[in-house]
């Protein structure tokens, strides 16, 4: 007879995706599918996303965000695919997708998307 194995809690962090970066991605989405089409807009976002939702397994994995300082209780990290960067941070308890957008911005223009807009959707 198999042993019983003890029931443990989730270890997982929350995943939190923010209303700026579903309408950005949204935004990329549309732009890619003027430009290139449907088939590969709808891969490059498929990519996007599977990224995102890998999130609470490993937040770690990404780099640290260089432009904006994280501190002892809150990281930010990016993932980069191809020319776009996925800003989140990360917290004890949460992992906050911030937003989306093209490496080629002002890195100044970076700093002002820490502050994560109220309205938050929880994904997991």
């Known amino acids: 007879m198999a042993k019983k194995q003890p029931i ?6 929350r ?27 709808d891969n490059f976002i498929a990519k996007i996303e599977n990224k995102v939702m890998a999130l609470p ?10 432009f904006i300082e994280s501190t002892e ?10 020319k776009y960067a996925v800003l989140y941070s990360v917290t004890a308890r949460t992992i906050c997708v911030i937003t989306i957008y ?4 002002n890195p100044e223009t970076i700093k002002n998307f820490t502050t994560p807009p109220k ?5 997991k």
């Open 102 to 105: 093209h490496t080629a911005i």
């Open 15 to 41: 995943l939190i995706i923010s209303p700026r970066y579903t309408q950005k991605l949204l935004e990329i989405a549309n732009y890619g599918y003027e430009l290139f089409g449907a088939k590969v807009s």
């Open 119 to 123: 309205n938050n959707t929880v994904q």
């Open 57 to 66: 397994k490993m937040p770690e994995i990404h780099p640290k965000n260089r």
């Open 8 to 13: 443990r809690k989730s270890l997982q962090k």
């Open 73 to 82: 209780k809150k990281v930010f990290r990016n993932i980069l695919v191809n």
